[in-house]
């Protein structure tokens, strides 16, 4: 089992910024895929970002390509994403979540941090 605990969120102004961090224990960090969603009230739960076991490949939404940034430590067992540029419709929970690297789905999910942003 992998245990992920999201951290970071909170309020903030359109145009701020905020750093997500997730904290993972439980299994080996660097077997694991990484990604961000997020969900908005009243929305499905939707991909932000993910980054594979080595940091070598990074993916994005298309509504937060140039304003976020994905990263990980894998000697701190750590997800990160930068947002930068906020905006009110980034206004929603968001879960960080894992998968061993051969997997085809996420199956390890966090409790999620709540993100507002204020226009």
């Known amino acids: 089992q992998v245990q992920l605990v999201e951290s970071g969120g909170g309020l903030v102004q359109a145009g701020g910024s905020l750093r997500l961090s997730c904290a993972a224990s439980g299994r080996t960090f660097s077997n694991y895929d990484m990604a961000w969603f997020r969900q908005a009230p009243g929305k499905e739960r939707v991909f932000v970002a993910s980054i594979t076991w080595s940091g070598g490949s990074l993916s994005y939404a298309d509504s937060v390509k140039g304003r976020f940034t994905i990263s990980r430590d894998n000697a701190k067992s750590t997800l990160y994403l930068q947002m930068n540029s906020l905006k009110p419709e980034d206004t929603a929970v968001y879960y960080c979540?894992?998968?061993?690297?051969?997997?085809?789905?996420?199956?390890?999910w966090g409790q999620g941090t709540r993100v507002t942003v204020s226009s």
């Open positions: 979540a894992a998968k061993f690297k051969i997997s085809r789905e996420y199956n390890y």
